[in-house]
Every structure is written in structure tokens, then in C-alpha cells.
């Protein structure tokens, strides 16, 4: 079962400068998790919505926002770009019938972003 | 504070030869383990997971992990690697209860040799 896509593939953008990244879950898949990717690293947790709702967040300043709609898209909002927000940043969406943790996650492509 | 530790960066094996990747996890309770594949260019996919129950747990491609409580350990095992197993390999433990969610581990690259 796959079908989470991510957009845009790149992007490259400057120091201080504000992105928005998208992601579009399967039909039906209530829960979706933002992850970062470093070079080398495992993927970090940044926060979960579930309905539209955050639920959990890691441990990640409040420059990194989420928003989840209606339709199982949703985006993740960097501001004020620092250079060690290169990385790939995935998204993960899941059919848990409620926030949780410790069901199937289905992982998009990811976008690779790029900080100058 | 759970973590995950994958000890070996990169393994490199014989095609057709048998495959156990490490994993170790700290948790205070009984965890929600995974592993996940990630070739290039690609997100994750699942291979398998555990929850409760039976600690040899089936996944996908003829993986198999074994939870081991007293070794806080859930390692990846493969009879039998095939050239299109090579990618990276990571482990994660995950929670529902407080700020620790899903946790992953710093990942394992596999490399096959002909």
C-alpha cells in the first residue's frame, strides 16, 4: 500500500528565507508525521496531526509548523532558514483510526532541501 | 529517554550469503519496534514490526527480526541476500505515551557483493 507523494522533489533556497513543503496521504489516512533527514542520520521526528490537530511534537523549534486539510494534504512551514535545515524531509501518513504511534507508517519520497 | 543504536555504519556481504543487522533500543517499557529499508532516492518502507506476542516476527522480502527483552535487542536477519536487498536499513522504537513518539537509529548501509 503506497500512494503518499511529496512536492517539490528540491529546492534550494537562502538563509533566512521561508519554504513550504507538501504532502499528499493516501485517501482515508487520518495521521500524518514530518520527519528531517540529515545526511548520514536516521529521520528525526518533528510532529504528527491527527484530524488536523497536532499531536506530539519532537524536539524542534516553533519555526517548524505544520498545517494538515480535509483532503489528506498537508504542509510543513519552515521560517527563517538556517543552514543546518538542509535535509530530506519526509512525510509519513497512516490509517490509525486514532494519533498513534505504533501503527504502519507510509512514507513519501521525501524533498530534499536545500539551505545557501 | 528512548534511543535506538544501530552499531555497524555500513556491512558489506556476499551475495546469497546470510545477513544480521543490530539493533538495540533503550526504552522503559515495552516498546514498539521496527525496521524500515530506504534505497536511494527513495522514503522508507516497511519490513517489518513488533508490538507483543510471538518474538520472531515475519516481513517482507523473507526478513525476519527477533525481539530479545534481556538484550534490549531486535535484530534483522536474512537467510539469503540478493543483489536488490542493498539500501540502508534503519531501526526505530516508538511510543504513544509522553514526547517520545517514533525514535529511529542512525542507520546500517548494506552493500552486496557479487
Known amino acids: 500500500e503506497t500512494g503518499v507523494t511529496q512536492s517539490p522533489t528540491h529546492l534550494i533556497k537562502t538563509r533566512g528565507q521561508q519554504v513550504t513543503l507538501r504532502c499528499s496521504s493516501q485517501s482515508g489516512h487520518n495521521t500524518v508525521s514530518w520527519y528531517q533527514q540529515a545526511l548520514g542520520q536516521g529521520p528525526q521526528f518533528i510532529f504528527q496531526y491527527y484530524r488536523e490537530e497536532e499531536n506530539g511534537r519532537g524536539n524542534f523549534p516553533p519555526r517548524f509548523s505544520g498545517l494538515q486539510f480535509p483532503n489528506y494534504s498537508s504542509e510543513l512551514n519552515v521560517n527563517a532558514l538556517e543552514l543546518d535545515d538542509s535535509a530530506l524531509y519526509l512525510c509519513?501518513?497512516?490509517?490509525?483510526?486514532?494519533?498513534?504511534?505504533?501503527?504502519?507508517?507510509?512514507f513519501g519520497p521525501g524533498t530534499r532541501l536545500t539551505v545557501l | 529517554a528512548q534511543s535506538v543504536t544501530q552499531p555497524d555504519i555500513h556491512i558489506t556481504v556476499s551475495e546469497g550469503a546470510s545477513l544480521e543487522l543490530r539493533c538495540n533500543y533503550s526504552y522503559g517499557a515495552t516498546p514498539y519496534l521496527f525496521w524500515y529499508v530506504q534505497s536511494p532516492g527513495q522514503g522508507l518502507q516497511l519490513l517489518l514490526k513488533?508490538?507483543?506476542?510471538?518474538?520472531l516476527v515475519q516481513g517482507i522480502k523473507g526478513f525476519e527480526a527477533e525481539f530479545k527483552r534481556s538484550q534490549s535487542s531486535f535484530n534483522l536477519r536474512k537467510p539469503s541476500v540478493h543483489w536488490s536487498d542493498a539500501a540502508e536499513y534503519f531501526c526505530?522504537?516508538?511510543?504513544?505515551?509522553?514526547?517520545?513518539?517514533?525514535?529511529f537509529g542512525t542507520g546500517t548501509r548494506l552493500t552486496i557483493i557479487p
Open positions: 513488533y508490538f507483543s506476542g510471538d518474538t
Open positions: 509519513a501518513s497512516s490509517p490509525a483510526g486514532r494519533a498513534s504511534f505504533a501503527d504502519t507508517q507510509y
Open positions: 526505530a522504537v516508538g511510543s504513544n505515551f509522553g514526547n517520545e513518539k517514533l525514535t
